[in-house]
């Protein structure tokens, strides 16, 4: 089966590998739709990301979605033919955190496209049956695709409780900035403002329903956000950017008694924060960590037309031509490539 491998920085090799087996509790996935993600474009220009260190050829790619070809000997839900989405990260289910319920903190999970683990740009994936979600007929396997970005605004918007009437900032428009967006709308915000550095980005935020974009190299955040919220303060502020002005900046712009939610990853581990301001204004501050339980929702949310992703897809390309789609994902105002394949 073709196979697109990065074999060092910059550079993909396309490699004839054996298709796998599935095992007994596994399905066998023709993959059809693979997201390129911030993560794999990094680990292809970098070779890393933190502690992740690609030191062997890594098959890159974890937001895909594709056509059941066989199952294993214990599947009973799943069938050849089906189309599914793959939740990346399957965790061990043995350790503290699984048992908990807290699944997506799994210390021993193996994650698509995370070093040493292989990820989903190839014809063929080996995957357990149980993190394959159903599509129904009306939802294309590029949307599938988008449930994983889709599941990390769900998460992000669960973990800052966004309810009905919330007015939420989301810092940094880009793929994840754009589905807090999708997911604050269907959890019932009523105002959504986003920030960027990119005016194209802020375009597009507006033409996705944005009621209020900062360019915050032109404008200062503190005074839009008190003009917009009769000073205020934004209920629930998501940080999108992972930006290190732009985190700082969260705990000046929510309300009192407000939640700031973090999900884009700083550079830097150390970013200071004046936590005089967080007691003061009881400020709830929460960390958002990929997902869990977010794929049904997803699919559902989809099914009944109440979020949209397909429209952040600003180009296709085949495996063939991965470089190339690569290099166009690191242009400052592209914001989702995807990989189809046609096998
Ligand atoms: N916590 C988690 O589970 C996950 C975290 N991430 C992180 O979330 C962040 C966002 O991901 P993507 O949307 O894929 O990244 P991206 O890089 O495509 O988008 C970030 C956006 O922030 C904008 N930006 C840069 N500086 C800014 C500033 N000072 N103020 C406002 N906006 C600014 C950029 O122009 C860009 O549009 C990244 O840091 C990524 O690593 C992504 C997936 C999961
Ligand atoms: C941080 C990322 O972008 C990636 N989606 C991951 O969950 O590892």
Redesign the pocket.
């Known amino acids: 089966m073709r196979t697109a491998v990065l074999v060092e920085p910059n550079e993909f090799e396309l490699e004839d590998r054996p298709r796998p087996s599935p095992g007994p509790d596994d399905v066998l996935v023709a993959v059809r739709d693979v997201g390129i993600?911030?993560?794999d474009v990094h680990y292809y220009e970098h070779g890393r990301i933190g502690d992740y260190v690609v030191e062997d050829p890594l098959v890159l790619g974890h937001e895909s979605a594709g056509e059941v070809v066989e199952v294993g000997e214990n599947v009973t839900h799943h069938e050849p033919g089906d189309r599914v989405a793959l939740e990346p990260g399957v965790p061990c289910r043995r350790c503290a955190h699984c048992k908990r319920g807290d699944y997506h903190l799994c210390e021993k999970v193996t994650f698509m496209a995370t070093p040493p683990h292989d990820g989903a740009f190839t014809e063929y994936v080996s995957w357990p049956a149980d993190f394959a979600y159903t599509l129904p007929e009306s939802v294309s396997t590029a949307e599938g695709a988008l449930c994983e970005?889709l599941s990390?605004g769900i998460h992000a918007c669960r973990r800052g409780s966004v309810g009905t009437g919330d007015t939420v900032l989301i810092?940094?428009?880009?793929?994840?900035?754009l589905m807090v967006l999708e997911a604050a709308r269907a959890a019932g915000a009523t105002d959504v403002i986003l920030?960027?550095?990119?005016e194209e980005?802020l375009e597009f935020a507006k033409e996705r329903g944005a009621d209020l974009t900062v360019d915050?190299t032109e404008t200062d955040l503190d005074a839009a956000v008190a003009e917009y919220t009769d000073g205020v303060g934004a209920d629930v502020v998501v940080e999108?950017?992972?930006?290190e002005?732009?985190i700082k900046s969260t705990i000046d712009v929510v309300r009192r008694g407000g939640t700031v939610v973090l999900?884009?990853?700083a550079s830097e581990a150390e970013v200071p924060i004046d936590v005089l301001e967080l007691i003061d204004n009881e400020v709830d501050v929460h960390g958002?960590?990929?997902?869990k339980n977010t794929y049904d929702a997803a699919v559902d949310l989809l099914a009944d037309g109440e979020v949209d992703v397909e429209g952040i897809i600003d180009f296709e390309s085949e495996l063939e031509d991965i470089d190339d789609a690569f290099r166009r994902a690191m242009e400052?105002t592209v914001?989702k490539g995807m990989i189809s394949l046609d096998s």
Do not use: N
């Open positions: 993600c911030g993560s970005p990390v810092t940094g428009a880009g793929p994840i900035g920030t960027d550095v990119v980005k915050v999108a950017s992972g930006a002005p732009s999900v884009g990853l958002s960590f990929r997902y400052p914001v």
